[in-house]
């Protein structure tokens, strides 16, 4: 599977961003989709994911605030961001998980939330 992120950019704190996954093949042929974040000296950490039947699941930080959806028919799936915050900045990874425990990224794509 091919994964393309896209909608990273810069915006200042309490604004809103929505990133975007385009995957290569049908998402209903896929086990779980997610995004997760790597920060300057951090380690990637999970943000939002969802499974092929639409359950989601978040990271504690972003509950509330972000929200994973997804589109069967573009194979897409989609993190939108809401009131974010500084420590939001990172490079955001789509993932995608095969039912044969496959683990596929994405490029990532870059978050900068400013003062």
């Known amino acids: 599977v091919q994964l393309q992120a896209s909608g990273g950019g810069l915006v200042q704190a309490g604004g809103s961003l929505r990133l975007s996954c385009v995957a290569s093949?049908?998402?209903?042929?896929?086990?779980?989709m997610g995004w997760y974040r790597q920060a300057p000296g951090k380690q990637r950490e999970l943000v939002a994911t969802?499974?092929?039947?639409?359950?989601?699941n978040y990271a504690d930080s972003v509950k509330g605030r972000f929200t994973i959806s997804k589109d069967n028919a573009k194979n897409t799936v989609y993190l939108q961001m809401n009131s974010l915050k500084l420590e939001d900045t990172a490079v955001y990874y789509c993932?995608?998980?095969?039912?044969?425990?496959?683990?596929?990224w994405g490029q990532g794509t870059q978050v900068t939330v400013s003062s």
């Open positions: 993932n995608a998980l095969s039912y044969s425990l496959n683990n596929y």
């Open positions: 093949r049908s998402i209903n042929s896929i086990n779980v």
């Open positions: 969802i499974t092929s039947r639409g359950g989601t």
